[in-house]
């Protein structure tokens, strides 16, 4: 079949060391371009940033360009240059990931560039948007599903979402979620071994509850050491609160970068605690299945629909407490725990992924999407933003 040019725009790109959206970019990108197509990311740069800038990564040819150091202007001013070039280079196909890009989709339309949005979780439900930035979501939410030519989601709980405030439809594509045995040689450079710690890797944002699950570690009676992977760019003052509310057992690793040394954090822990609240499929949740460790996971929608009867669920730092000092007891029930987060993990494969990706790809390319999309209006009894907000905080244990 004939190749395509495939522009990939609105993450900070590959290689990837940050988010889920980098993860999906590298693991579909590097496919895409092994079955023949030309595949162009787009990445972020700064004028700090003196990381090494490649020309080509895994097959994909990069594409980097700088943007705004603020954290509201940071992602839309990067897509906006990407964009710009992008029109100037065109492709046969563009992906745009990140419902907040929105605004330019239009630019790319005028190009008769045909897009597909990965409209992501539910961003505007974040603390770390105030009332001006969460309005700004709640609209690009519906700009996206009227400007896009198609929308992807990657949670059954997403599609269902966008169904039910816009009558919108979706390409359901979740994430990968690798199946990994990579030993446990590097944990004594940290001090840990095999089975003897419970962990957590998340940025620290109010919605992911590291707060919630250092706080209820600290309630347990808990033998294992509960080891924290992760930091906050932009919150200083919720790092300070964290930190507050742990005690000794509590070890925090700031960011650990090097994936070997992660994916055997992951492997070799009794437990992974998730307090991802807000987005869909999550690849750090996957990654832990992926490598048979049981899971406590935040009790939405998202999570359970990943974990299903592999895991144990909190809704509460109470809970949390209860969940860990259940694992600690019941050896025999961690052990089948994982096995069956292996068996799980195997549904999510990154070669089905970016085989969706190509065929979604194909169908743009086409033209093969309706003439006339929804219009982007939030259908009657849809929810209501300040109520849907306050009903987040209760749910999380926000006020």
Not at 140 to 158: K, Q, T, Y
Not at 380 to 385: I, L, T, Y
């Amino acid at each position: 079949m004939t190749p395509l040019s495939i522009a990939m725009v609105g993450t900070r790109g590959v290689p990837a060391r940050y988010g889920g959206f980098e993860t999906a970019v590298e693991e579909i990108g590097r496919r895409l371009a092994d079955a023949g197509h030309r595949v162009v990311v787009y990445c972020r740069t700064g004028a700090d940033d003196d990381a090494p800038r490649p020309e080509r990564h895994l097959g994909m040819e990069l594409v980097h360009l700088p943007a705004a150091r603020k954290r509201s202007l940071e992602t839309l001013s990067h897509t906006a240059l990407s964009v710009g070039h992008l029109v100037r280079h065109r492709t046969d196909v563009a992906f745009v990931f990140n419902a907040a890009n929105s605004p330019l989709l239009p630019v790319i339309r005028a190009a008769r560039i045909p897009v597909a949005t990965h409209v992501d979780g539910l961003e505007w439900k974040r603390a770390k948007w105030g009332p001006t930035g969460q309005r700004y979501y709640r609209a690009a939410e519906a700009l996206s599903v009227r400007w896009s030519d198609a929308l992807i989601a990657d949670a059954v709980g997403i599609a269902d979402y966008y169904t039910r405030e816009f009558a919108a439809p979706t390409t359901l594509l979740t994430y990968g979620a690798p199946l990994i045995a990579p030993g446990s040689d590097r944990l004594a450079e940290l001090d840990l071994e095999p089975g003897g710690y419970h962990l957590v890797v998340a940025r620290f944002e109010p919605e992911n509850h590291v707060d919630v699950i250092v706080d209820g570690y600290r309630r347990s009676a808990a033998r294992k050491p509960l080891v924290v992977v992760g930091s906050a760019p932009y919150s200083d003052e919720y790092t300070a609160r964290v930190h507050a509310l742990a005690d000794d057992r509590v070890r925090f690793l700031g960011g650990v970068w090097d994936q070997v040394q992660l994916d055997q954090l992951y492997a070799s822990a009794y437990t992974y605690v998730h307090g991802h609240s807000v987005g869909g499929t999550n690849p750090s949740l996957l990654r832990a299945l992926g490598a048979g460790t049981p899971v406590i996971a935040f009790d939405v929608d998202f999570n359970r629909e990943v974990v299903a009867d592999s895991g144990r669920f909190f809704a509460d730092a109470d809970d949390v407490a209860a969940r860990v000092e259940e694992a600690e007891n019941d050896p025999a029930a961690v052990a089948s725990a994982g096995a069956r987060a292996r068996e799980l993990a195997a549904r999510y494969d990154w070669d089905d992924v970016a085989a969706g990706y190509e065929q979604l790809a194909r169908r743009l390319a086409a033209r093969d999407v309706p003439r006339r999309r929804p219009s982007g209006r939030r259908a009657a009894g849809a929810s209501d933003p300040a109520a849907a907000v306050a009903s987040s905080a209760t749910l999380t244990g926000r006020r």
